[in-house]
């Protein structure tokens, strides 16, 4: 007897809503910043956390979470130049990494003091975490952030310049992703230089005329209580589906 196609199609979404593993990385690289300390970004812009100042802003990188409830505590942020180690940056065990919301963005700056008091509820999305590699130092040497959970694996990464692009990130631009943040993101997705540079906000691109879209990592996400209400819901649904197809038959 041939298996009731409605009935597969309830239980896939089932075994999806109560926790199957995502395809994607649970949190990928968004921007950084290669303006050396001495120079300004190109084309007279400036960016709308630090206005237009030598530098802009020190050596900062912009990561996003993808996965949501996304426990980050003792992951590893490693930082290279041509090749070789820069820095190795691990995140504190503070209680506000144990859960970050899917859309969190997490600034990590050497010149930036540390502030995590973030609250996504009242639509604050960003987390800054202070500590010091060098960013705005690697212009030209393939400048690459790998990102490491707490036992070490590589859930993203390297990406960077010298992966995509291959080369091109100027001493007074920044290197940004211009696509929407999501699962599919990968080192090789669409990864430019600019000179938009948006310190702790979505990336921008094309002159300011695109503006990265978060909604669907920021929609609402059902609570386990609610997810197993509804599953319950679709486990009904089947059998309902599977009596059907028996009296049919």
Do not use: C
């Not at 530098?55 to 070789?84: F, H």
């Not at 996400?221 to 486990?235: C, D, M, N, R, Y």
């Amino acid at each position: 007897m041939k298996p009731d196609v409605r009935f597969v199609a309830l239980l896939t979404g089932v075994a999806a809503l109560m926790g199957s593993p995502a395809l994607g990385a649970p949190m990928i690289l968004n921007e950084y910043n290669a303006v050396k300390d001495a120079n300004f970004l190109k084309n007279s812009a400036s960016d709308p956390y630090f206005g237009q100042v030598a530098g802009n802003g020190g050596d900062w990188m912009e990561l996003v979470v993808i996965s949501d409830m996304l426990d980050v505590r003792g992951w590893q942020i490693e930082t290279n130049q041509a090749g070789s180690l820069d820095a190795l940056i691990t995140l504190p065990s503070d209680p506000v990494f144990a859960a970050l919301r899917s859309g969190t963005i997490l600034t990590i700056a050497e010149l930036v003091p540390t502030d995590l008091s973030y609250n996504p509820a009242a639509n604050d999305w960003w987390i800054n975490y202070q500590a010091s590699f060098s960013a705005g130092d690697s212009t030209h040497s393939n400048f690459q952030v790998t990102i490491r959970d707490a036992s070490s694996q590589v859930v993203f990464g390297p990406a960077g310049e010298g992966i995509n692009p291959a080369s091109g990130i100027g001493s007074d631009e920044v290197f940004k992703l211009e696509e929407n943040p999501s699962a599919l993101i990968t080192p090789l997705s669409n990864y430019n230089d600019g000179s938009s540079s948006t310190f702790g906000a979505p990336n921008v691109w094309s002159k300011g005329t695109i503006t990265q879209d978060f909604s669907a990592l920021r929609s609402v996400v059902p609570e386990p209580a609610s997810l197993l209400v509804l599953a319950g819901g679709l486990i009904g649904l089947a059998r309902k589906a599977r009596r059907t197809g028996r009296h049919r038959a």
